[in-house]
């Protein structure tokens, strides 16, 4: 505590000062830097035994008669063993938790300050989505200080044995919303949404009650006739369908190139790193399939429309991924395919059918390295030798 005794300054010296400080005594100082004044109380934390400085406010708000009364309460609180600016947040987090910031609210937030970070364009509104269909009608107007354990239980326990992997993310979802909330004051205590040594012991784990579903994939016997019946037709969605097969990449991959990312003459199409699942950059040797694809959808070309490779029906916008299941379901003759399910028709040609390394294979589908050693051994991207394997596998689907 200040040795200077409380109540030393005038009104008159306080209006006068200038520039520096000056002590009003119990720990109150005013301090000014130009046409700047403010009131600071400073201290020696009963709780951590260092110096602390406390904002009051500035002179032109909190008169000298309101600061010393502040400074009053700072003295009787540093008396009961507390500490002033940890008593102030304190009561600043209770505030705002009696103002009721509801759940869906604080979702609302957390989503619209995350999505610049987001590698997915399209997250936001995946988020949104299933918690408006799922969270909100249960914890939506609910306060987000009083979300309990039988709340989140109540959201997940009608789908979590149906729709497991749905549940699991939802539920990670609301876990992350309810630690920015307590990070912000607006709650306390513990997660109700955290699996680790508590949802674990009331739920059976994710991986016990859901079935592994694989993406129904065209035979390997099949992809010629599939491909031939697919350029046969004059749209734009066969056309993408046959280019994703013949590059062995995601559909979303090809439903958003551009022009500017694809080089005609080194036949290399190279997709940024931020429209890739695993984050980085990969290119994709062109056989002469893919090219032969790119020079049909060339004449097409809108630079003024988003240059996109294969444009959708409305101008600037890519195909879907539901035009792009229907021009495969048309051309295989069945609906029990997916476009995904043509990388797995790739990787098992490539497994049965040829001699390539398993690297190779793995590293045309961009699939992220699980094994950290072979991650730091493998510097390049094996380009010339998956050059030479897509031609293969384009002849392959060409027979």
């Known amino acids: 505590m200040s040795r200077v005794s409380p109540h030393q300054l005038t009104a008159r010296q306080v209006s006068a000062l200038k520039d520096g400080s000056l002590a009003d005594g119990g720990g109150l100082w005013l301090v000014a830097q130009g046409e700047a004044k403010s009131w600071y109380f400073r201290f020696t934390s009963p709780v951590t035994g260092k110096r602390r400085e406390m904002g009051i406010g500035s002179v032109a708000n909190i008169t000298l008669a309101d600061a010393r009364r502040r ?26 938790k009696e103002t009721g910031i509801t759940f869906a609210e604080v979702a609302q937030r957390y989503i619209k300050e995350m999505t610049p970070g987001w590698r997915d364009p399209r997250a936001a509104t995946i988020w949104t989505s299933s918690l408006k269909r799922l969270a ?32 699991d993310r939802l539920r990670g979802r609301i876990e992350r919303i309810l630690d920015y909330a307590r990070t912000h004051g607006w709650r306390d205590g513990e997660n109700p949404a955290r699996w680790r040594g508590h949802l674990a012991n009331i739920l059976p784990k994710p991986s016990a009650v859901t079935k592994v ?38 559909s979303g991959e090809v439903r958003h190139a551009t022009w500017l990312e694809i080089d005609m003459a080194a036949q290399i ?13 990969h290119r994709v040797p062109l056989s002469e399939g893919a090219m032969t694809v790119l020079h049909e959808v060339l004449p097409l070309r809108d630079q003024r429309a ?38 797995s028709t790739f990787r098992d040609w490539a497994a049965e059918e040829t001699d390539y390394p398993r690297e190779v294979a793995e590293m045309a589908l961009a699939h992220a390295i699980s094994d950290k050693v072979e991650a730091a051994y493998r510097r390049g991207d094996l380009f010339d030798k998956r050059r030479e394997m897509m031609e293969a596998w384009h002849k392959n689907t060409n027979i």
């Open 71 to 96: 400074a009053t309460e700072a003295r009787h609180q540093m008396a009961d063993g507390l500490d002033p600016i940890d008593e102030r947040r304190r009561q600043k987090a209770q505030d705002r």
């Open 213 to 250: 579903r694989h993406h129904a994939a065209v035979p390997r016997k099949d992809i010629a006739r599939v491909m031939a019946r697919l350029a046969e037709s004059e749209g734009m969605a066969a056309k993408a369908v046959r280019f994703t097969c013949l590059t062995a990449v995601r």
């Open 306 to 343: 988003g240059d996109l490779v294969f444009p959708g029906a409305k101008r600037g916008r890519p195909l879907s991924d539901v035009a792009l299941s229907k021009a495969l379901h048309l051309a295989a003759g069945t609906k029990d395919v997916t476009v995904h399910g043509l990388r």
């Open 269 to 281: 199409w190279t997709i940024p790193a931020e429209r890739m699942k695993t984050g980085k950059e």
């Open 136 to 167: 909100f009608p249960i914890i939506g107007a609910k306060s987000v200080a009083e979300v309990e354990t039988e709340d989140v239980l109540s959201i997940l326990r009608p789908i979590w044995q149906t729709t497991t992997e749905t549940a």
